[in-house]
């Protein structure tokens, strides 16, 4: 057996302890550094689960050709000039 090994290992769980009973746990968990990123993060993921739904929708429904098709018009037929 390598007491060498075994040695090195104690003095690793005693600074994991050390680390553990000095408050390094509690301080972690009381910090607040990357909340605002992660609640960024959730807003968007929302906001692209509406937008896909958004775009299932429409494309389901052939909506969105019908309203190219409306504005396209409109806008060919305020362009043409009237005739006298």
């Known amino acids: 057996m390598n007491y060498q090994k075994l040695e090195d290992n104690k003095s690793n769980l005693a600074g994991v302890r050390?680390?553990?009973?000095?408050?390094?746990?509690?301080?972690?968990?009381?910090?607040?550094s990357g909340q605002a990123t992660v609640e960024y993060a959730l807003v968007l993921l929302g906001a692209a689960a509406i937008a896909g739904m958004l775009v299932a929708w429409?494309?389901?429904?052939?909506?969105?050709?019908?309203?190219?098709?409306?504005v396209v018009n409109s806008v060919i037929s305020d362009a043409t000039p009237p005739v006298p």
């Not at 050390?18 to 607040?32: A, P, Q, V, W």
């Not at 429409?58 to 409306?70: K, P, W, Y």
């Open 58 to 70: 429409a494309v389901s429904s052939g909506s969105i050709g019908q309203l190219m098709s409306t």
């Open 18 to 32: 050390t680390c553990l009973d000095g408050g390094s746990i509690r301080r972690l968990l009381r910090d607040d």
